[in-house]
């Protein structure tokens, strides 16, 4: 694919994501996540600290700004924008991919954020785990380090690639090449799907990588398959995009499979499908550090600027201490050990997995 061709590629999907509807019809499941009210908590809204650890740093708020962009017209823009929101309410930021700055250096201003976002803030590189096959580990860890990024995330998008004219159609070998560069990145490295989820299966190879950071990005936010569907030119890719358009893992299943299958020193971050700050505070109850948010904050930012995005942020950072007041947890470690009961669908995947211990400990 040629440099146009990707940046072309890059800034229509801006543009869809923004405009059309390109929700995942699954649901996260999410809302089968029941936490228990506590009509006498013994706290004070004041006395709750939303603070955690993330690569080393030291998080106002357990939320992230996952990728978007990569190569696009606006990405400089977009970059320096949420980079700055991510600064002002105190939660990391990660760039889109920077695959074109393998072939075009002169980018890196794109996603060069750093003066933006603080050098206290945490801020994080992207690339596509299809280039781990291509270029070597040095070369991967120097995208991070021209950005000065504390780390870097590398994005796992089968199900999006199938949907693409122009996508990759090989994914052998990436196993071995993600296990050099974490190695390379001494740990640095944080994996993330792209809104179709992770197996427990794929989050089991992803620990023998040596992989500390999980975002496993289910399915209930937004899905890259429909969001291909408005854009493929040829009837092959589309039926594809069609037929898929709701394929995935629904993000609460998935996020209870990291912590289940991950050791308890690995970071899980729960994205996809999360809007409000009950949806953050579900998804660290059920065993993430902090919780991902793209698509809403993206429309907050197109409607309102800057200060649409802040007040975005800022509503959710409300409601996620609400939640861990009426819950009782004073600090994020304890939100995930609060008791919940899990319902409905949710319940269906966790006893196929026979994962019945789960559903009776908190019930």
């Not at 809302?31 to 030291?58: M, W, Y």
């Not at 640095?188 to 427990?200: H, N, W």
């Amino acid at each position: 694919m040629s440099d146009t061709e990707l940046t072309q590629r890059k800034s229509d999907h801006l543009r869809i994501v923004a405009e059309e509807d390109v929700a995942h019809r699954a649901a996260s499941l999410l809302g089968d996540v029941q936490l228990l009210h506590q009509a006498l908590p013994e706290l004070n809204l004041s006395a709750i600290d939303t603070s955690v650890e993330f690569f080393g740093k030291r998080l106002a708020n357990p939320l992230m700004i996952t990728s978007m962009t990569g190569g696009a017209e606006r990405a400089g823009e977009l970059n320096r924008a949420l980079a700055a929101v991510a600064a002002q309410c105190g939660v990391a930021f990660a760039v889109g991919s920077q695959r074109v700055m393998l072939h075009r250096p002169e980018t890196c201003a794109d996603f060069a954020v750093r003066e933006e976002l603080g050098a206290d803030g945490v801020l994080l590189g992207n690339i596509g785990a299809a280039q781990l096959r291509q270029y070597e580990p040095a070369q991967i860890a120097a995208l991070a380090q021209r950005i000065e990024a504390d780390g870097m995330c590398v994005h796992l998008n089968v199900a999006h690639e199938l949907a693409q004219d122009e996508g990759d159609r090989t994914f052998d070998g990436i196993v071995a090449a993600l296990t050099r560069l974490v190695e390379a990145l001494e740990g640095r490295v944080l994996v993330k799907e792209t809104g179709a989820g992770l197996s427990p299966e794929a989050l089991a190879l992803l620990c023998g990588c040596g992989v500390k950071y999980i975002d496993v990005a289910g399915a209930g936010g937004t899905s890259w398959t429909r969001v291909e569907g408005y854009r493929v030119r040829t009837p092959k890719a589309r039926a594809v995009a069609e037929t898929f358009a709701d394929w995935g893992i629904p993000t609460a299943f998935s996020v209870l499979a990291a912590r289940r299958v991950c050791p308890p020193d690995c970071c899980i971050i729960g994205s996809g499908g999360i809007h409000t700050g009950l949806d953050a505070a579900r998804t660290i109850a059920c065993g993430a550090r902090l919780a991902g948010v793209a698509r809403s904050l993206l429309l907050a930012y197109t409607a309102g600027g800057v200060d649409g995005a802040v007040a975005h942020l800022r509503r959710m950072v409300h409601e996620l201490r609400c939640a861990m007041l009426l819950t009782s947890a004073a600090r994020v470690a304890e939100l995930q050990q609060v008791r919940r009961v899990y319902t409905g669908r949710l319940r269906e995947w966790l006893s196929a997995y026979r994962w019945l211990d789960l559903l009776e400990q908190n019930a």
